[in-house]
C-alpha cells in the first residue's frame, strides 16, 4: 500500500512538480546574475573602382570579414538580482521542505486508511460471525416452539435479534465499503476496486523509546519537521524579495 501511494498519490505527485518548477524559477533568477552575451558576424564584398581624383583609381575587389563577441556584466545593479536570486532559492528550499511534508503524509495517510480498513474488515467477518448465530438462534426457537418446548415470546425475541443484525450487517457493510473507496482514492486507482486484506492479525509495533524524555522527543520534532522548515525558509525569502525593493539604493 505505502508503496502504490508514493508512486500514484496525485498530491505527492502535484509537490513534486511545485518543486520542480521552483528549482526552474531559481535557476532563472540565478541567470540575472550572469552577463549577457552578444555575438555578431558581418561579411561585406566591395566590388568597383575607387576614385581618389580624375587622374587616380584603382579597381576595388574584395572581402571583409568580421566577427565580434561582447559580455555586459551588470556590476552595479545595486543588489536587486542578488536579492531575489537568494529570495529564489529560500522559496526553492521551502517548496522542497512542502514535499518532505507531502510524502511524510501520504506514508501517514496510507497507514491510517490501511489500519481503518482492516478494522472494518474485522468489525465486517464478527457481524456475519453474529448473523449466522442469531439464525441459528431463530432456527432453534422455531423447532422448540414446533416441539412444544418454547414460547413464542423466545421465537420473537430471536427474530428481533435476527432482525437487528443483518441491520448491523447492512450498516457495516456500507463503512467497510466507505473504507474501500478512501484507500483506492489515496492509492489513485479504480474507485470500484475490491480491496481486502489477507491478514487480520493485528501486531504491536513501538515506534517511540518509551525511555525518550519529552524535551528531547519535542526538540527532535521541531528541528524534522519539515512544515517547520517550509514556514522558516519561506520567511527568509520575503526578508530577502523585501530587500531587492530598497536595493538600487
Same mark, same amino acid.
Given at each position: 500500500v505505502i508503496a502504490k501511494a508514493i508512486k500514484n498519490?496525485?498530491?505527492?505527485?502535484?509537490? *513534486?512538480?511545485?518543486?520542480?518548477?521552483?528549482?526552474?524559477?531559481?535557476?532563472?533568477?540565478?541567470?540575472?546574475?550572469?552577463?549577457?552575451? &552578444?555575438?555578431?558576424?558581418? *561579411?561585406?564584398? %566591395?566590388?568597383? +573602382?575607387?576614385?581618389?581624383?580624375?587622374?587616380?583609381?584603382?579597381?576595388?575587389?574584395? +572581402?571583409?570579414? &568580421?566577427?565580434?563577441? %561582447?559580455?555586459?556584466y551588470r556590476a552595479f545593479s545595486g543588489g536587486t538580482t542578488t536579492f531575489l536570486a537568494l529570495s529564489e532559492r529560500y522559496f526553492r528550499d521551502a517548496v522542497d521542505a512542502k514535499e518532505q511534508s507531502q510524502y511524510n503524509l501520504t506514508l501517514l495517510n496510507s497507514v491510517s486508511l490501511y489500519l481503518d480498513l482492516? *478494522?472494518?474488515?474485522?468489525?465486517?467477518? +464478527?457481524?456475519?460471525?453474529?448473523?449466522? %448465530?442469531?439464525k441459528t438462534n431463530y432456527d432453534l426457537a422455531s423447532k422448540f416452539l414446533k416441539a412444544g418446548n418454547g414460547t413464542k415470546f423466545d421465537l420473537l425475541q430471536a427474530d428481533a435479534q435476527l432482525a437487528r443484525a443483518q441491520q448491523n450487517l447492512i450498516e457495516q457493510e456500507a463503512k467497510f465499503r466507505e473504507a474501500e473507496i478512501n484507500l483506492s482514492e489515496h492509492l489513485n486507482i479504480e474507485l470500484n476496486s475490491a480491496l481486502k486484506i489477507s491478514s487480520e492479525e493485528i501486531r504491536m509495533i513501538n515506534l517511540i523509546d518509551d525511555g525518550l524524555p519529552v524535551n528531547e522527543f519535542l526538540k527532535t520534532s521541531f528541528e524534522n519537521n519539515?512544515?517547520?522548515?517550509?514556514?522558516?525558509?519561506?520567511?527568509?525569502a520575503v526578508a530577502r524579495q523585501s530587500f531587492s525593493t530598497i536595493g538600487a539604493f
Open positions: 498519490n496525485l498530491n505527492l505527485k502535484i509537490s *513534486k512538480q511545485n518543486s520542480k518548477a521552483a528549482k526552474w524559477k531559481f535557476w532563472n533568477k540565478f541567470g540575472d546574475l550572469l552577463p549577457d552575451l &552578444s555575438m555578431n558576424l558581418s *561579411k561585406q564584398n %566591395r566590388d568597383g +573602382t575607387f576614385y581618389l581624383n580624375s587622374n587616380f583609381q584603382s579597381p576595388i575587389d574584395e +572581402t571583409i570579414s &568580421s566577427a565580434g563577441l %561582447r559580455l555586459n482492516l *478494522k472494518s474488515q474485522a468489525s465486517l467477518n +464478527t457481524n456475519m460471525k453474529a448473523l449466522e %448465530r442469531s519539515p512544515d517547520i522548515k517550509a514556514a522558516l525558509k519561506n520567511k527568509k
